[in-house]
């Protein structure tokens, strides 16, 4: 199981800070002492991720919460499938509800759309990476939710990895130019370069960084920069980004690059369908 963020507990902290304000004021129409159980469900097929975001949720509403998990982070779900039992005070369950189903949702979203992609390329040798396409405030708890899916992470920010792109190129010179100096201001950083043609990608590979990017290169040019980087001793890891579906996917990874970038893992989430069923009870 991967490691979990350090800044999980402030990412759960600020999620019921912006929902519950100075307080949840609907749950008081609900009796103090009133109890309640129940389960959350999926209603389609998922990878599950998320659970200690929503038992962190519960714990700071009320410690007295308890939550039963019949799966873990990174299993697969089929529809209909109970996810966990719930139990305790009912105000503290209908206050957390909302929150701990967003982070769920999400979490599992994100490692639903990873497992997609990684079972494309299964096979092949090439690994599926994330980007830093992600929503603010939450890029850990995504990263996670992408390892639970099976595919690493790029850089984490900006500080892990240089990445030099076109922009960085122009305010360098060259290719050539940012490369080394590259070297010289972050050193025993790992240093990757997007190229846009086969003529770059030959000036980037005699500067020698660790990866080269090929940005929107067509299946054929991919081949050919496999085939030049292999000439070469393969003196660098090459990585396919831009306009990746899950249809493409397998057919990039054949190519032979090392790595696939997607951005929309993170980007264009699509929320898994939960839901908490909650029947009540007497103090």
């Given at each position: 199981?991967?490691?979990?963020?350090?800044?999980?507990?402030?990412?759960?902290?600020?999620?019921?800070?912006?929902?519950?304000?100075?307080?949840?004021?609907?749950?008081?129409?609900?009796?103090?002492?009133?109890?309640?159980?129940?389960?959350?469900?999926?209603?389609?097929?998922?990878?599950?991720?998320?659970?200690?975001?929503?038992?962190?949720?519960?714990?700071?509403?009320?410690?007295?919460?308890?939550?039963?998990?019949?799966?873990?982070?990174?299993?697969?779900?089929?529809?209909?499938?109970?996810?966990?039992?719930?139990?305790?005070?009912?105000?503290?369950?209908?206050?957390?509800?909302?929150?701990?189903?967003?982070?769920?949702?999400?979490?599992?979203?994100?490692?639903?759309?990873?497992?997609?992609?990684?079972?494309?390329?299964?096979?092949?040798?090439?690994?599926?990476?994330?980007?830093?396409?992600?929503?603010?405030?939450?890029?850990?708890?995504?990263?996670?939710?992408?390892?639970?899916?099976?595919?690493?992470?790029?850089?984490?920010?900006?500080?892990?990895?240089?990445?030099?792109?076109?922009?960085?190129?122009?305010?360098?010179?060259?290719?050539?130019?940012?490369?080394?100096?590259?070297?010289?201001?972050?050193?025993?950083?790992?240093?990757?370069?997007?190229?846009?043609?086969?003529?770059?990608?030959?000036?980037?590979?005699?500067?020698?960084?660790?990866?080269?990017?090929?940005?929107?290169?067509?299946?054929?040019?991919?081949?050919?920069?496999?085939?030049?980087?292999?000439?070469?001793?393969?003196p660098a890891k090459l990585e396919a980004s831009g306009s990746v579906s899950l249809e493409s996917a397998r057919a990039i990874a054949a190519?032979?690059?090392?790595?696939?970038?997607?951005?929309?893992?993170?980007?264009?989430?699509?929320?898994?369908?939960?839901?908490?069923?909650?029947?009540?009870?007497?103090?």
């Amino acid at each position: 199981m991967p490691e979990l963020p350090a800044d999980l507990a402030g990412q759960v902290e600020a999620a019921l800070r912006e929902d519950v304000g100075g307080g949840d004021v609907t749950a008081t129409l609900v009796p103090a002492a009133q109890r309640v159980r129940g389960a959350v469900i999926t209603r389609e097929d998922a990878v599950l991720c998320g659970r200690a975001w929503a038992e962190e949720t519960f714990r700071r509403l009320d410690a007295r919460v308890q939550l039963t998990w019949h799966a873990a982070d990174g299993e697969a779900l089929h529809a209909t499938q109970v996810i966990f039992d719930i139990a305790g005070p009912a105000r503290a369950v209908l206050t957390g509800e909302r929150t701990a189903l967003n982070f769920l949702q999400l979490l599992s979203a994100t490692a639903t759309a990873t497992r997609r992609f990684v079972e494309a390329v299964a096979g092949t040798g090439c690994r599926i990476l994330d980007t830093r396409k992600t929503l603010p405030g939450l890029r850990t708890a995504q990263k996670y939710a992408v390892r639970c899916g099976g595919a690493d992470n790029h850089r984490m920010g900006l500080f892990d990895r240089v990445l030099i792109k076109e922009n960085h190129i122009a305010a360098a010179g060259s290719i050539t130019g940012a490369i080394e100096a590259a070297r010289r201001n972050a050193p025993g950083i790992t240093v990757e370069i997007e190229v846009e043609s086969l003529r770059e990608l030959e000036e980037a590979l005699n500067a020698r960084p660790d990866i080269v990017m090929l940005d929107e290169f067509s299946l054929a040019d991919m081949r050919a920069a496999v085939a030049l980087n292999g000439a070469r001793g393969a003196p660098a890891k090459l990585e396919a980004s831009g306009s990746v579906s899950l249809e493409s996917a397998r057919a990039i990874a054949a190519t032979g690059v090392d790595y696939i970038s997607v951005g929309s893992l993170t980007k264009h989430v699509h929320a898994i369908d939960l839901s908490m069923r909650l029947q009540f009870s007497g103090a």
